[in-house]
């Protein structure tokens, strides 16, 4: 049979199943197992005659939001919201980690180009950081304590802070994303530029190896900026390229996808606002082996959630279908 002959033939049910599934329309139970199996069997059809085609990848979008629907509502009714970050959003996030890849590529990008134009012209870190917080940091950094601005402050006053400021951050990322993108760039690369000429500064005093404390919350905070751009990508670019919904459609969709990817960041702020709060200010205090330990779980927590879980997650679904 011919793609647009199957497409054709099946296209009225898949529509019903998938208004049902994006509106929570209320259906009979029996009705409701019927969609699936044929979703599964004109899946399972569509990778067999048709690989790498639209309506392969259509069918498997919606065979996955059926999956979470059907069988990890079960789970809800016990704990949602660990079903939500154990099963569902990895789930979900899945579709969405080539975006994370160019995000990733955006941010580093600027991270060069604050490292470069650092190295190639002393004013600049003032530029991006401000004159005070050089000062005040050069000042420091002569009395041989260039992290003492993070042992200011109270363990919980700074915790809450830092934490509050953080998502603040994630939320703009993601709400400047609405400017076909444009906004959520012009963040990723300003907080990319403002981190490559921050190492650089450092690096140009000679005490490079000092930044180690800071990658102690450092690594989770950077890390979920990017994860929160991911967010903002995902909703200005549902609106620039639609694909088969109309843009009211996909930007509302796209909408509401980033905004989960946001929502999925919070634990990791918190994460990041603690070690802030509590373990960096004693950072320079700590074995070199811990410090570079914390740094590299915090590392492999977010690689682990953000990368390797969704893939190890959707080939357990994916071979769940095909039995």
Same mark, same amino acid.
């Given at each position: 049979?011919?793609?647009?002959?199957?497409?054709?033939?099946?296209?009225?049910?898949?529509?019903?199943?998938?208004?049902?599934?994006?509106?929570?329309?209320?259906?009979?139970?029996?009705?409701?197992?019927?969609?699936?199996?044929?979703?599964?069997?004109?899946?399972?059809?569509?990778?067999?005659?048709?690989?790498?085609?639209?309506?392969?990848?259509?069918?498997?979008?919606?065979?996955?939001?059926?999956?979470?629907?059907?069988?990890?509502?079960?789970?809800?009714?016990?704990?949602?919201?660990?079903?939500? *970050?154990?099963?569902?959003?990895?789930?979900?996030? !899945?579709?969405?980690?080539?975006?994370?890849?160019?995000?990733?590529?955006?941010? #580093? @990008?600027?991270?060069?180009?604050?490292?470069?134009?650092?190295?190639? =012209? =002393?004013? /600049?870190?003032?530029? $991006?950081?401000?004159?005070?917080?050089?000062?005040?940091?050069?000042?420091?950094?002569?009395?041989?304590?260039?992290?003492? @601005?993070?042992?200011?402050?109270?363990?919980?006053?700074?915790?809450?802070?830092?934490?509050?400021?953080?998502?603040?951050?994630? &939320?703009?990322?993601?709400?400047?994303? @609405?400017?076909?993108?444009?906004?959520?760039?012009?963040?990723?690369?300003?907080?990319?530029? #403002?981190?490559?000429?921050?190492?650089?500064?450092?690096?140009?005093?000679?005490?490079?190896?000092?930044?180690?404390? &800071? *990658?102690?919350?450092?690594? +989770?905070?950077?890390?979920?900026?990017?994860?929160?751009?991911?967010?903002?990508?995902?909703?200005?670019?549902?609106?620039?390229?639609?694909?088969?919904?109309?843009?009211? @459609?996909?930007?509302?969709?796209?909408?509401?996808?980033?905004?989960? $990817?946001?929502?999925?960041?919070?634990?990791? /702020?918190?994460?990041?606002? /603690? +070690?802030?709060? /509590?373990?960096? !200010?004693?950072?320079?205090?700590?074995? *070199?082996?811990?410090?570079?330990?914390?740094?590299?779980?915090?590392?492999?927590?977010?690689?682990?959630?953000?990368? $390797?879980?969704?893939?190890?997650?959707?080939?357990?679904?994916?071979? =769940?279908?095909?039995?």
């Amino acid at each position: 049979m011919r793609e647009a002959s199957f497409v054709k033939q099946n296209k009225e049910k898949w529509l019903v199943f998938e208004n049902a599934l994006h509106n929570n329309a209320k259906i009979n139970p029996d009705d409701l197992a019927s969609y699936y199996i044929h979703l599964t069997n004109d899946l399972a059809y569509a990778q067999t005659y048709y690989p790498e085609s639209k309506t392969l990848l259509y069918l498997n979008s919606l065979a996955s939001e059926a999956h979470q629907k059907i069988y990890i509502t079960k789970r809800e009714s016990k704990n949602k919201i660990v079903s939500f *970050w154990k099963y569902e959003f990895p789930l979900f996030f !899945r579709s969405y980690q080539k975006t994370l890849l160019y995000t990733f590529l955006i941010f #580093m @990008v600027a991270v060069s180009i604050g490292v470069v134009s650092t190295l190639n =012209d =002393d004013s /600049f870190v003032r530029l $991006i950081l401000g004159d005070a917080y050089v000062n005040m940091t050069i000042e420091n950094i002569e009395k041989g304590e260039p992290m003492a @601005v993070y042992k200011s402050g109270s363990n919980i006053g700074s915790f809450l802070g830092i934490t509050i400021n953080n998502i603040r951050v994630a &939320i703009i990322a993601f709400a400047f994303g @609405v400017l076909f993108s444009v906004g959520t760039v012009y963040i990723l690369f300003s907080n990319g530029i #403002m981190l490559g000429a921050f190492i650089t500064f450092f690096y140009n005093y000679g005490i490079l190896e000092k930044t180690s404390t &800071i *990658w102690l919350h450092g690594t +989770i905070e950077i890390s979920v900026i990017v994860i929160a751009g991911c967010a903002g990508l995902v909703m200005g670019n549902s609106f620039l390229f639609p694909k088969t919904y109309s843009r009211r @459609v996909a930007f509302t969709k796209g909408a509401k996808d980033g905004l989960k $990817i946001v929502v999925s960041t919070i634990p990791f /702020f918190i994460i990041a606002g /603690f +070690i802030e709060g /509590f373990i960096t !200010r004693y950072g320079e205090q700590m074995p *070199w082996f811990l410090s570079y330990g914390i740094i590299a779980c915090s590392l492999f927590l977010i690689l682990f959630y953000y990368v $390797i879980y969704p893939i190890k997650l959707n080939n357990a679904y994916q071979s =769940d279908l095909k039995k």
